[in-house]
């Protein structure tokens, strides 16, 4: 079955960085768009980045675009989101998640376009 697990997060401080990984399995990743998500404390899950299944097409929010990059490696099953410039307002759980249409030529920052998601990883930033 589809298993996705994040890693990477930690407690950092403001202006630093950190890279998440999400290693994936149970499905041909490499036809598959992927997604990062996030939820802060008493917010709702919000969209951070997506790349298409080839990762050369991909999407940012505002609020991370310029701050952050994702990108992929089919070959280890693995998608990373690097953030750079961290600031307290990225406090959240990171989710990654998976398309559940394969090939799409473009990434979707709809959270009901994924189909299945990792448990998270927590990232806070913290002075």
């Known amino acids: 079955q589809v298993q996705l697990v994040e890693s990477g997060g930690d407690l950092v401080q403001p202006g630093g960085s950190l890279r998440l990984f999400c290693a994936a399995s149970?499905?041909?990743?490499?036809?598959?768009?992927m997604g990062w998500f996030r939820q802060a404390p008493g917010k709702e899950r919000e969209f951070v980045a997506a790349?298409?299944?080839?990762?050369?097409?991909?999407l940012y929010s505002n609020s991370v675009k310029g701050r952050f990059t994702v990108s992929r490696d089919n070959a280890k099953n693995t998608v990373y989101l690097q953030m750079n410039s961290l600031k307290s307002e990225d406090t959240a759980v990171y989710f990654c998640a998976k398309d559940r249409i394969s090939d799409r030529s473009a990434p979707s920052t709809a959270s009901g376009q994924y189909d299945s998601w990792g448990p998270g990883t927590q990232v806070v930033v913290s002075s």
């Open positions: 790349l298409s299944w080839t990762g050369g097409r991909t």
């Open positions: 149970g499905f041909t990743f490499s036809r598959y768009a």
